[in-house]
């Protein structure tokens, strides 16, 4: 079974408003993936981590009319993406790791938001893109926003990040907050993230966004 990070107590409840205030552009981000998968070959969607449903919030609310399943780790994570998309319809939720999911469970569309940094890069990250890519049929689009790039890019970016933050942050949570992101979590450098990927069987990614150290990348299962 993968590695993962749990969310639970405060750190699930207070999810929402700290995504907001940590990762400026999240919500442009978001509300690119209907245009991106706005298409007839993109309409089985899997969702991996959706935690409280915001990327399934905005592809339903914006007409996105394939079925779609959101599966997470995290019980309180799951809780709240049931109740926030309980008025949509074609969409099953499902607390469980990606390689839980039945191989023959065929989708045509992933995403994959703000997950692979809590993976270490000696195997944990490749093994989630491949458990995500063989469950996926060829073609199918896959679209994550992770925290990429080299030590340089990653310490000049979070610079440029604290200056973005909402003006009553207090110094203390900046600080450690700026700590984790340089010392723990699992950022790795673009070129790297482009190695996965194909690794995984993918094609060769792009990379369609960047919000200081937060990366948008998509790219096609192989054939
Ligand atoms: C930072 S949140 C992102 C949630 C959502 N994608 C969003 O953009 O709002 C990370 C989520 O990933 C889940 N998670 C952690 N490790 C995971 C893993 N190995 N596979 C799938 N999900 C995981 C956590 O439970 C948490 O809900």
């Known amino acids: 079974m993968e590695k993962f990070e749990l969310f639970e107590n405060e750190r699930a409840t207070a999810y929402d408003s700290f995504v907001k205030n940590w990762i400026p552009n999240y919500g442009t981000f978001l509300n690119m993936l ?11 969607l899997l969702a991996v981590g959706c935690g409280t449903g915001n990327e399934i919030l905005v592809l339903k609310k914006n007409g996105y009319s394939g079925s779609i399943m959101g599966i997470d780790p995290s019980p309180e994570m799951i809780a709240q993406a ?3 998309l309980k008025e949509y319809s074609d969409i099953v939720l499902k607390e469980v790791l990606v390689s839980q999911l039945t191989i023959d469970h065929q989708f045509n569309a992933a995403t994959l938001i703000l997950i692979l940094h809590f993976l270490k890069d000696d195997g944990e990250k490749l093994d989630l893109l491949r458990d995500i890519s063989i469950r996926l049929e060829p073609k199918a689009l896959l679209i ?7 030590e340089k890019e990653i310490k000049k970016n979070l610079e440029i990040l604290r200056k973005l933050l909402p003006e009553d942050m207090g110094q203390d949570e900046i600080s450690k907050r700026m700590d984790r992101i340089y010392h723990e979590l699992q950022h790795v450098s673009e070129e790297r993230i482009i190695e996965l990927f194909i690794e995984a069987g993918f094609e060769e990614p792009t990379k369609f966004f960047q919000s200081t150290v937060y990366m948008g990348w998509m790219a096609r299962k192989k054939d």
Request: proline share 5%; net charge negative.
């Open 144 to 150: 994550m926003l992770d925290i990429t790039g080299n």
């Open 82 to 84: 049931t109740d926030k």
């Open 34 to 44: 209907p245009h991106l998968f706005n298409d007839t070959r993109n309409d089985k």
